[in-house]
């Protein structure tokens, strides 16, 4: 797939930084609906030296950011969303169905399926190769950047 946005792009989009910044590339962007984005999993990962030594595996945790990551692009993509936060409010009906090692390239999707205001649900899916490795509802929430109030 064609890189539609780079790291250096997304990082004009979200706030996030190395280490913290888990998308490498998005493939494709519907501004405000829709996006897939690409992470190239190493072993240089820092979570790596202590999950687990000798048996590395992606924290869960971390396939979930990396999908609100995703999604994040997706919503602030649209023009009147561009200078906001897109907060993680939530996660429904998240499950693990495989594992992300090293070498691996982890591929995330999120849709959007409503957005309300300053709310937003997507369900975001992760997946290595043809392997769904990870799936749940995302709540969003935009907040202006430098505010303390984010009305959540």
Do not use: W
Not at 1 to 27: G, N, T
Not at 28 to 43: C, D, F, M, P, Y
Not at 52 to 58: A, R, S
Not at 116 to 123: D, H, Q
């Amino acid at each position: 797939m064609e890189e539609i946005l780079s790291a250096r792009d997304i990082q004009e989009i979200i706030p996030h930084r190395y280490p913290f910044l888990l998308v490498d590339r998005i493939l494709e962007v519907v501004s405000g609906q829709r996006a897939v984005g690409l992470k190239n999993v190493t072993i240089n990962e820092p979570y790596f030296q202590g999950h687990f030594p000798g048996e590395p595996v992606m924290p869960g945790v971390f396939i979930v950011e990396a999908m609100a990551q995703v999604g994040a692009v997706a919503l602030l993509s649209r023009s009147e969303f561009q200078g906001k936060l897109a907060l993680f409010r939530g996660i429904d009906k998240c499950r693990f169905r495989g594992m992300v090692r090293p070498g691996d390239t982890l591929i995330m999707e999120v849709t959007f399926t409503a957005l309300k205001g300053v709310v937003g649900r997507g369900k975001g899916q992760a997946h290595v190769g043809d392997k769904l490795v990870a799936s749940g509802e995302l709540i969003f929430a935009l907040a202006d950047r430098g505010t303390q109030d984010t009305a959540l």
